[in-house]
């Protein structure tokens, strides 16, 4: 069975620090990875996907992640946090990039920006 | 993007009655939607998925009675809540994956509806 762990409940970073959101999945096939983010009160907005080809992949808002197959994992990155990024993280897996099968949802990840 | 509107966005309805979300894809065609909840400071907790033209796929512990999923069009899903509870009292989520071209695919969401039932 598929599975999304995110480690961290909860995140406060500094406004203008770095952030790294973790991410591990266990998948018996060929994973399709997606990190979405959620504002209270709001559905999700695709941040970023994986599907095949560079591992590093560039998202929006400055936001990017890294597939590592030897480490099953999918962390999202971010240099430089801004305010506006404190919001709800969610990490997903898929078993195609568009299908009849829903995602897997990890528990998600709340993020805090202090000023 | 592709686009899903989900409406209302709140409703506020008493205990015993029923209350519909529709979910409308914009601009593609959904063939699948998905219907998710969502606790407070939880995650998305997948309901159930139906297919156009087909009966929804309920997930273990779904009461299909209470939770209707109707999707007669590829553009239109709604879910029904029938008789609603106070502990029907949630946010709900749809989602429809797309392929619009071999670039351009994946899946999208709609932004919810918070059910209080009084």
């Known amino acids: 069975a598929q599975s999304v762990t995110q480690p961290d409940i909860h995140i406060t970073v500094s406004e203008g620090a770095s952030l790294e959101l973790r991410c591990n999945y266990s998948?018996?096939?060929?994973?399709?990875l997606f990190w979405y983010v959620q504002s209270p009160g709001q559905g999700l907005q695709l941040l970023l996907k994986?599907?095949?080809?560079?591992?590093l992949v560039q998202g929006i808002k400055g936001f990017e992640a890294e597939f590592k197959r030897s480490q099953s994992s999918f962390n999202l990155r971010k240099p430089s946090v801004h305010w506006s990024d404190a919001a709800e993280y969610f990490c997903?897996?898929?078993?195609?990039?568009?299908?009849?099968?829903?995602?897997?949802f990890g528990s998600g990840t709340r993020l805090q920006v202090q000023p | 993007g592709a686009v899903v509107s989900q409406h209302p966005s709140w409703v506020i309805c008493k205990s015993g009655t029923s209350v519909k979300i529709e979910c409308r894809s914009l601009d593609f065609q959904a063939t699948t939607m998905f219907w998710y909840r969502q606790f407070p400071k939880q995650s998305l907790m997948l309901m159930a998925t139906?297919?156009?033209?087909?009966?929804?796929?309920?997930e273990q512990g779904v009461e299909k009675d209470k939770f209707l999923i109707n999707h007669a069009s590829l553009t239109l899903s709604t879910l029904t809540v029938t008789s609603a509870h106070p502990e029907d009292s949630s946010f709900y989520i749809c989602s429809a994956s797309f392929r619009r071209n071999s670039a351009n695919y994946g899946y999208t969401f709609g932004s919810g509806t918070r059910l209080t039932v009084v």
């Open positions: 997903a897996v898929g078993p195609s990039p568009a299908g009849r099968r829903a995602l897997t």
């Open positions: 994986y599907f095949s080809g560079d591992t």
């Open positions: 998948y018996g096939a060929t994973p399709y």
């Open positions: 139906s297919n156009e033209g087909s009966k929804a796929t309920y």
